[in-house]
């Protein structure tokens, strides 16, 4: 298993909600085994843009300003 820093564990919340719409149209009770390549594309996209965007948002409100 990964270990993740604090501001990256942090940033898993944003990432769920980001997720959530893909799910809904997805259908949560769809296996992953059964998802489209398009749709596992779409989720893997979605999910490194928000870690990405609230790792940088997070790494913006710590920076000491000079």
Known sequence: ?????????QALPAV????????ERIGWERPLGQLSQADMQQLIVTTINAFRAEM???TLEDEIPF
Do not use: G, Q
């Open 16 to 23: 769920m909600r980001a997720l959530a719409p893909e799910m």
């Open 1 to 9: 298993m990964v270990e993740f820093t604090n501001e990256e564990t």
């Open 56 to 58: 940088s948002k997070n």
